[in-house]
């Protein structure tokens, strides 16, 4: 069974800018959370989404934003980036219903903002 | 859900037994421990989880105490390859939600 997988695995954007990344989870999950992770906050939970509703949030600014798709895909959107945006944007996916604490992680997008 | 305290560091020469300490002493009856581990610029990888009872998987065992206040992951032959940073975590089992809450872990430098 293929992994979680997201892309792009790398990318540089200009302070400003918005960026899109995407996330597949492992075929039959359907939670995928997103989590941001630096050097200096470690690893942080963005959001969670469950069947194409957002079932939880963590304490990021509006400009973090994330979406599902009715295939469990999901995307997670940065506008008017910011030098401290620069971080391993993690996924990750999980079967569960009900909490989704076992879950399979992708290998991240290493974003940085110039 | 409960905090968890890990020591910053711990080393292990190769071959030899890892026995990663956490303790949760605020830990309630309903919650789970869960140990995930970050090897070097990759994701998080789950381990393995536990309510009361001790478990064992291909990977490791985990080991809690009668009280539940605190718990001792076990790799039984560390390879070079098991360097990483481990993370126990404490979560509701009744919780309806994927958010993982992690501490700053515990790196393990395993030796040859």
Same mark, same amino acid.
């Given at each position: 069974?293929?992994?979680? &997988?997201? &892309? ?6 200009? *302070?400003?800018?918005?960026? &899109? ?51 469990? *895909? ?41 | ?25 605020? /830990? +309630? #009856? =309903?919650? @789970?421990?869960?140990?995930?581990? %970050? ?6 990888? @789950?381990? $393995? ?13 985990? $080991? /809690? ?8 992951? /076990? ?10 940073? @481990? @993370?126990?975590?404490? /979560?509701? #089992?009744? +919780? =309806?939600? #994927?958010?993982? $809450?992690?501490? %700053?872990?515990?790196?393990? %430098?395993?030796?040859?």
């Amino acid at each position: 069974k293929a992994g979680v &997988t997201q &892309t792009p695995r790398y990318l540089i954007k200009t *302070r400003g800018q918005q960026v &899109t990344l995407s996330c597949s989870p492992i075929s039959g999950h359907r939670s995928v959370s997103w989590y941001q992770q630096t050097p200096g906050q470690g690893l942080q939970f963005l959001f969670e989404y469950f069947s194409e509703t957002q079932r939880n949030k963590g304490n990021f600014p509006g400009r973090f934003s994330g979406r599902q798709f009715s295939n469990s *895909r999901s995307e997670m959107n940065v506008s008017t980036l910011e030098l401290g945006d620069s971080a391993l944007y993690l996924c990750a996916s999980s079967l569960l219903v009900t909490g989704g604490h076992e879950q399979y992680f992708g290998p991240g997008t290493r974003l940085t903002v110039t | 859900d409960a905090k968890t305290t890990q020591p910053p560091s711990m080393d292990c020469a190769e071959g030899r037994a890892a026995n990663l300490p956490c303790n949760h002493s605020t /830990i +309630s #009856g =309903n919650e @789970y421990v869960y140990w995930y581990r %970050q090897i070097h610029s990759q994701g998080p990888q @789950y381990i $393995i989880h536990g309510l009361k009872n001790n478990e064992t998987n291909e990977m490791a065992s985990l $080991i /809690i105490t009668e009280d539940r206040k605190s718990s001792t992951l /076990i790799l039984p032959h560390a390879t070079l390859r098991d360097t990483a940073v @481990y @993370y126990c975590i404490v /979560i509701k #089992g009744s +919780s =309806n939600t #994927g958010k993982l $809450i992690f501490g %700053q872990g515990t790196t393990l %430098q395993v030796k040859p």
